[in-house]
């Protein structure tokens, strides 16, 4: 069966752990064939590091590259925009780091400049692709805890210290960052269902970005997503979904789970050992998007059946009004 040939777009802390993930998967399968860097030395040094045969000092370059059927662009998200349609506009098929966009409009343009070039693209909302997600997934889909009625989330973090969190320009503040898991764990949890209201209150940092939030979303049937998400501090950082006939808890790190709790019954989902040191916490899952991409492409699919754009758009929806409530917003939202 044919490989499939990745491209990496940027050389940080995210494309490591995701080509350290890939390594993770049959070599067969998933190759690298380049990365690109706007600093060459740094996507050399990536090179080596990885064993990937071509380095580029230029995403431009990236784009070009014949052997290379789909990208994964690791930069910052207020590069996301630019960087996304620089490749589809190539015809390649790409994986998107989230936030997809800065806000639901620049979602809409990607995905669609992707339909127009006919090129399969998707956010890299990794969370959705864990096993334990799955087994929520098929618990939810089988009635197992009867009628979902509230859902709770939180993520907190300490990241004030870190520049790319608080600084607007680079597309700082919580709920981008982090609070973009609760929401789309919301938006798994009720399929993907529009909430009938956005409540959100929360506090900004002195340069404009939210530091910590909370949004209350309210479904049909009185059904309601509580979810918290804080730069200033951690917290226990899990999830609980309770229904009328019982309860599925994540006990912790809930946006890359390998445990599930089912009515007090534990079920345990361990990830693959990494070969390489890793930047965040249970990175070597992402070789479950990455593997979900491979079956996409091998498919022909344009979008995947579970991450759609649809879902995507809901989600960075949700975060524009949480936002606009807050008083967070940026200079992509005047565009």
Request: charged share 20%; aromatic share 8%; proline share 6%.
């Amino acid at each position: 069966m044919v490989a499939t040939r990745w491209g990496i777009c940027s050389a940080g802390k995210i494309a490591h752990d995701f080509l350290v993930a890939l390594r993770t998967l049959p070599p067969e399968d998933h190759k690298v064939m380049a990365i690109a860097s706007q600093d060459l030395s740094r996507a050399q040094e990536y090179a080596k590091t990885h064993g990937i045969p071509k380095a580029y000092g230029s995403y431009a370059e990236l784009a070009e590259d014949p052997d290379v059927d789909v990208v994964h662009i690791g930069t910052i998200h207020p590069y996301h925009l630019s960087s996304t349609l620089l490749f589809i506009q190539a015809g390649k098929n790409v994986l998107c780091e989230k936030p997809m966009g800065m806000n639901a409009a620049e979602v809409a343009t990607m995905v669609e400049a992707a339909r127009e070039k006919k090129v399969f693209f998707m956010e890299g909302l990794w969370t959705r692709f864990f096993p334990a997600s799955e087994k929520i997934h098929s618990l939810l889909s089988q009635g197992s805890i009867g009628d979902v009625i509230v859902l709770q989330a939180e993520f907190g973090s300490p990241q004030l210290s870190v520049p790319r969190c608080v600084e607007k320009e680079l597309g700082g503040g919580g709920l981008l960052d982090i609070g973009c898991y609760c929401v789309q764990f919301a938006c798994m949890v009720f399929n993907g269902e529009k909430p009938e209201s956005i409540l959100a209150s929360g506090f900004l940092h002195d340069t404009g970005v939210d530091t910590t939030v909370s949004i209350i979303l309210n479904y049909s049937g009185k059904r309601q997503a509580i979810l918290t998400c804080t730069m200033t501090a951690k917290m226990p950082n899990r999830a609980s979904i309770i229904g009328t006939k019982g309860m599925i808890e994540i006990p912790s790190h809930f946006w890359c789970p390998t445990e599930v709790v089912v009515n007090g019954q534990h079920e345990e989902f361990p990830l693959t050992p990494p070969p390489q040191k890793l930047h965040f916490l249970n990175s070597t899952g992402l070789r479950y998007e990455a593997e979900h991409v491979r079956q996409c492409l091998l498919r022909g699919l344009k979008e995947s059946p579970i991450l759609t754009h649809a879902y995507s758009k809901l989600v960075n929806s949700i975060l524009d009004e949480a936002r606009r409530q807050v008083g967070v917003s940026y200079p992509q939202d005047k565009a």
